[in-house]
């Protein structure tokens, strides 16, 4: 990140805290402190319990920006803790996340939010989800519109998105295949986007079907190959074991890898729910396991 940071190309890094990581005072205090200095960095908090005047507080003593968000999960609140701020626009609804294009009223919202962030830092980064047609482009060119920040390139450029949204998108592409007709699938959706995080999803969703094969998939154990990885996962001892590098990361961190993700893409939609609500419902008494080690 150094040449990047020394050659000015470099705006701030963010820092996403899973949906089940509570508010700790003292785990963030710690954390912020042993940070590299010389770098921005930005925070994106995802659970409740962390929209408290300690946290500005504790952000704004190491200049560390709260990420203000519009999403399901969290208010769409403005806190300014440093020098700078960072928004980013999920969407709105059940089934945001890759697949949100945010009406025009909707953006208008956002506006005197967006001034009053602006008004008080030297810079102001935002961002809108990676969204799989294209709408995060048109939509972030017409809020600077909206504010009278586009020049007369991103004037074109916005002209080039709205032509090309308006011949519509393919509805096979991307998230459009898992959901698409689909409505029993947006529940599975949204609750594997809290356990994994959006970027483990998306790289799920690009597991080819093909390499993966499935033995046994019930509502009390599923047992499955994913190219040379293997999967349990039994619900009597709410056991979760998995043999792949990114897994072993997950036993710390309590989120689901993408092959697990793929593999509840797989099995039947109702079957695959039932399992993601449990995981959900209380992470922390599952067990993450890795084949031939002991947590």
């Known amino acids: 990140m150094q040449p990047l940071n020394r050659s000015g190309k470099l705006g701030c890094l963010l820092i ?25 960095y930005a925070i994106e908090f995802r659970h409740k319990s962390w929209m408290h005047p300690a946290t500005w507080k504790t952000l704004s003593k190491y200049n560390v920006a709260n990420t203000m968000v519009d999403e399901p999960l ?67 060119l017409r809020i600077m519109q909206m504010m009278g920040e586009l020049s007369p390139q991103q004037e074109e450029a916005l002209s080039i998105a709205q032509t090309h949204l308006g011949k519509g998108a393919s509805s096979t ?23 994994m995080g959006e970027s483990r999803l998306a790289r799920a969703m690009g597991i080819p079907d093909n390499d993966v094969s499935v033995g046994v998939a019930t509502h009390d154990r599923v047992e499955a190959k994913i190219r040379a990885y293997s999967l349990m996962m039994d619900r009597d001892s ?58």
């Open 16 to 40: 996403q805290l899973p949906p089940s990581y509570r508010q700790d005072l003292t785990h963030l205090e710690n954390f912020l402190s042993i940070l590299p200095h010389g770098f921005r």
């Open 74 to 140: 969290l208010p769409p609140e403005v806190h300014v803790t440093a020098d700078f701020a960072y928004l980013r626009w999920h969407g709105r609804g059940n089934r945001p996340w890759y697949d949100y294009h945010y009406s025009e009223e909707e953006l208008r919202e956002w506006v005197p939010k967006v001034q009053e962030a602006q008004g008080s830092v030297k810079t102001l980064y935002g961002y809108f989800n990676n969204h799989f047609h294209g709408y995060a482009v048109e939509n972030c």
């Open 173 to 195: 592409f991307g998230l459009g295949r898992w959901i698409q007709d689909d409505d029993s699938r947006t529940k599975l959706i949204d609750l594997l986007t809290s356990l």
């Open 238 to 295: 709410k056991t979760i074991s998995h043999d792949c590098g990114d897994w072993e990361r997950s036993v710390e961190t309590r989120q689901l890898c993408k092959h697990v993700g793929r593999v509840l893409l797989t099995i039947p939609v109702e079957v695959a729910t039932g399992w993601a609500d449990q995981i959900h419902e209380d992470v922390e008494k599952w067990k993450f396991k890795v084949p031939g080690k002991t947590r």
